[in-house]
């Protein structure tokens, strides 16, 4: 049993009255749920009596999955009830330990017929067909109001629909839809959106300037109004030679006073607004050179000071006082017409699409919460059956996760909620409620964390766990001394200094261990780099270099399982990013340096690499005279333009768009007319194409005419980027099939859904990790912990281009900019909106931030591309204030993580190290080593010295070669013009060896126009076609066993389980069982060849993706080119690490003759030397040991057989 701390004690024990746990990372809330589950079990609650609810899928599982164990491990004890425990364990599947969305379905099954539902629904869980029908009903009202004498609806979409932004109104609607199915009463909350925007004959007397407007300026300057009262009373103002600075200060003090009071009493909206036009430095002043060091330094900082007044009085100008009363009167009164249209509109889209889904009888997700909360909520006899029902059988309602609850959510907790009845226990930390964009109120958790005393009462209660047991004592140092000058009461809802600092309590980690939290720096010095939006190369370097240094140095890690140190592995560390726009770069330069990487979650389905390429070439299809379409199209793979052709072409055409540039640069006689002469009748025939076929013909006929799905597939992470591009089909025959036609619409209908934030999962493509560093987001880490974390991207810029649009919604307002004839003014509503949506983004992201931090159990190691650092270190040491903490408008004018992280952990009081000095001898007991890392000063970066060593490393990476620039900037050098071959598969490559004579150049008429060594591609994608299952497909039913097979599994007699477990995981057709020879995969699984495979599971590694090149001459004897270059992907069966090297093994399920057995099987030998040959070569290069040993695994002969 473990040893539980005094509130860990309290938050399991503690009954009778409902209780909030705020529960900081790393505290053991989850071990805290299970015991207290247990516990009431163990009281005589049983389990049907207890709603468990949780936040996703595979929460609810692990929380079963631990209640069982622990249930389990209670029944082994002496004295216990067995039977009752036993029954309690047999429930625990069934029992209500589910999802918010899986609670309310069961409430839908059980009373449909309150609300005259119809019981036979089903859930609608396709994204594609849900986004379908939602654009179906947008259109049909669309249609009805613009057709109709609707001039309110009229007005509505002229003011939002520009020349340049047709779909805007639509957006509107549909970001206006996610936020009204979060709500309890949507149609309340919509009919209050209006409300704000009434005002009268005074902007002072409305009610958004008295409840929003007024507090926030108030607020605003008030730390302005003491920081410049606090520098006026410094000794130094008072020398002669900073009298005018004085002088100046003082009178924009006055005068900024004088405004402050006025807002504070009300005073006329006009004078107000003259008012805050003279607060301005009418005295100028300036610095001499004769200055002592100290006077240079205060006017340097006075100066700051002077910009940051200026510009708080700027931005309150722009947004509240831009025009005059009687102006401002007119915009809120028109502003307030269109709200009202919107509204009209939106309840026609709603109750449209609900219509659409019960035709169908279809419910979606939004619909489980709307309908349960219907049922529940009602004042009918059904409904207080309804509600009686669960008010009776659950006597506690315990909510994980509490921080993310919507308000819906929280409605639908409070109906089955009774004072006398039952009470709530929910556990969360609102320093990781992250999930703002899916309608998450953290504002709830601190309504009750405020509400709820912290010592026991009748009602309620708060307990406060803040011992943390993941970390070691430098990484919770580091938190701390992050987030103590972040998070307060007026940003972030908490006092991190008094209530959230994290306590060291994971005292089971070796004395020796601890090693300091590391923050490594790059200057940025030449301003061409990347842009602060994306990871700079230098930051992959260096995270690159100190991976190699901490596997040099024999980092130990201590292993929590074993309780013993162990040296580091890759699977230890993790790399955490804001968003995944840099994984294909980060996945190249990974290759190079042979460090394994894996990707654990994938980008947005519509963002990806290969979908925004193919998007943008069926826009330049439907209109090609878009420039940033078009030369992303000609920038890819595809077409390979480098910079040096794209601007040689714009120079010929200055003033025209780019496809007329590129038509005109035709008639120009060289190797570069030729390659745009090519790309454009390759579009001229696809836009010819486009008008006579379907938009799912138009995508595959792309795919064949350019090869796109095998360049794709030649990419890192290929096989999913091929299956993103069949999806593509997919959904573009489902758009068809719904009625929906014309490219254009399926474009826009595209991206309306990508920039509603509602963009597809990807197509599951299934990997293990194996003994790889782990990339991932942020969000996708949230929930997990690894023994060394790197942070990169600190200087990454937040986006905030949810405030420059046309609107913003709020989770209680909508603002909108009004369109004028000659101009757009923000009404008072948007202006208050923009303002209130930055505090929430910023707030967020400074949690994010907390969640990155705290995923760290060793080692955490903060990475950034700092431009002007010791400028920086300048400004972020005088940023603090006397209580440490970082004021307001310093928070509010974050704008990275580095704007956080800087002055907080105040980067003057450290020393530096370079990154090349850094050993076993520097101290670690330092909170926080400071690492300057300079490139040429890092001997893990080498420059190749001549064209031998760059032939080298070309050939040692083929992921080098395949992805040399990242995404638009991608060079695809094994596609050139003079036709040098560009990708093979080893599936075809293998053929070449099959025959000696197929080896030969005469087989090159095989080659297709681009050079690829091609086998001939169906019309359609083979996943469109069912038949029977062929030889080939049970083939690779019989490889899908053997990759997953489990060989740490002890029992003698598990295949059959086993394969019961893929066919539950949907990874086996139930159906092929039958065919499948179960005999020959038993034989090799229990083979003298498999015995090392049990004893060493984690040394055996199977389905392993490589890329790698070849010489064309290796494949075809006699090819012309001697330095043509083939790019070769495939799929090695598997590999087994032994102590002296590596042994290679391929599973064939080939026919083997049994009347000519050693006949038969030196054919096979003959017909794949060839392909492990090549899966020697790949390993040869990719690994640090040799290959010792090649086999063939013949399944038909039950034989091993070995090939020299």
Known sequence: MPQFTKEQEKAINDRGHDILVSASAGSGKTTVLVERVLKEILAGTQVDELLVVTFTKAAAEEMKTRIKAALTKEMAKPGVDYRYLREQLNQIDTANISTIDAFCLDVIHRFYYSIELDPSFTILTDDTQAALLKERALREIEGEMLTSKDKAFRHFYDNFAGDRDADSPRDLLLDLYNFAMAKPEYKKWLAQLPQIYEIEDSVIGSKIWQKQIKPYIATKFSELQEKIASYLTQAIMETKELAKVKESFTLFAQNLNNFVQAVKEDDDYDKQRELLRSCVFTINFRKSKKWDEDLLEFYNEIQSLKDEAKSQVFDTFTSFYAVTEKEQIKIMQESQKIVTAILTAEIKLIERFNQLKRNENLLDYSDMEQLAYQILSQDTSSSQMARDFYQNKFKEILIDEYQDINALQERIIQQIKSEKKNTLFMVGDVKQSIYGFRQAEPSLFLQKYHQFAEDENEHEERILLSDNFRSTEPVTQTVNAVFKSILSTDFGGIDYQ??????????????????????????????????????????????????????????????????????????????????????????????????????????NYFQTFELTVMMNYLKIIDNPDQDIPLVTVLRSPLFNFDEKEL?????????????????????????????????????????????????????????????????????????????????????????????FKGLYQFINFIDRMRRSQKDLAQPLLTKEAGNAVRLMTIHGSKGLEFPIVFYVGMQHHYQMRDLNGNYIINSDSMGITLREQNYRVDSLVKAMGNITKKQQLLEEEARILYVALTRAKQKLILVGDVPSFNKKVKEWSTELNHAGQLPLINKLSATSPLSFIGPSLRFDRHVAIKLNDITKSIDQSQKILFIDYQDEDTKFI???????????????????????????????????????????????????????????????????????????????????????????????????????????????????????????????N???????????????????????????????????????????????????????????????????????????????????????????????????????????????????????????????????????
């Open 942 to 1068: 080498k420059k190749d010295e001549d064209t031998d060593n760059q032939n080298e490393n070309t050939s040692k990476s083929a992921l080098l070669t395949q992805t040399v620039n990242k995404l638009y900037q991608f060079n695809y050098p094994f596609r050139d013009a003079s036709e040098t071959t560009a990708y093979q598969a080893v599936s075809e490559i293998k053929k070449a060896f099959n025959d000696p004579i197929d080896a030969e150049l005469e087989n090159s008429h095989l080659l297709t126009s681009t050079n690829r060594y091609l086998q001939p591609i169906d019309t359609k994608p083979n996943f469109l076609y069912q038949t029977k299952f062929t030889g080939a497909e049970i083939g690779t039913a019989t490889h899908l066993i053997l990759q997953y097979y489990d060989y740490t599994n002890g029992s003698a007699d598990n295949l059959d389980q086993e394969i019961a477990t893929l066919i539950e995981q949907k990874k086996l």
């Open 498 to 603: 008094k209530e959230g600092q994290l306590i060291f309590g994971a005292k089971y980690y070796p004395k020796s261990l601890p090693q300091a939290s590391e923050v490594i720096v790059h200057e940025k010095k030449n301003n061409n780099e990347k842009s602060e939006n994306e990871i700079d190369f230098s930051e992959i370097q260096m995270v690159l270099a100190r991976i190699k240094q901490l596997e040099d140095e024999h980092v130990q890690i201590f292993d929590s399982n074993t309780g013993k140190m162990r040296d580091m592995e890759y699977s230890d560390i993790a790399i955490l990013t804001r968003s995944r726009s840099d994984n294909l770069e980060i996945m190249q330069e990974f290759a190079k340096q042979d460090i394994p990487l894996f990707v654990t979650d994938a980008e």
């Open 647 to 739: 601007a040689k072409i714009r120079i010929k055409s200055k003033n025209s768009n780019f496809y007329s540039a590129l038509t005109s640069y035709v008639g120009t006689n060289d190797e570069l007319s030729k390659k745009c002469k090519n790309f454009l009748n390759q579009l001229a025939e696809l836009r010819s194409f486009a008008t006579t076929h379907r938009i799912s013909e138009l995508i595959w006929s792309i795919y064949e005419r350019t090869n796109l799905l095998e360049i794709m597939t030649a990419l890192p992470n290929g096989e999913q980027r091929r299956v993103n591009l069949e999806a593509l089909y997919e959904r573009a025959t489902s758009y068809e099939s719904a009625g």
């Open 1070 to 1204: 139930p159906d092929i069982v039958s065919s499948l020879n179960k005999d020959q995969i038993d034989w090799f699984v229990h083979s003298d060849f498999a015995k090392d495979f049990w004893k060493e599971p984690t040394n055996l590694k199977r389905e392993v993706d490589f890329s790698s090149l070849l010489s064309a001459r290796t494949l075809f004897k006699g090819f012309s080119d001697p330095d043509a270059k083939i790019l070769v992907h495939g799929t090695i069966d598997g590999y087994f690490v032994a102590k002296n090297g590596i042994i290679l093994f391929d599973y064939k399920t080939d026919h083997v003759n049994k009347t000519n057995i050693d006949k038969s099987i030196e054919l096979i030998k003959e017909k794949y030397t060839g392909q492990l040959r090549l899966y020697e070569q790949a390993l040869n290069e990719f690994s640090e040991k040799k290959v010792i040993g090649k086999y063939l695994i013949l399944l038909d002969a039950k034989q091993v057989v070995e090939v020299k």
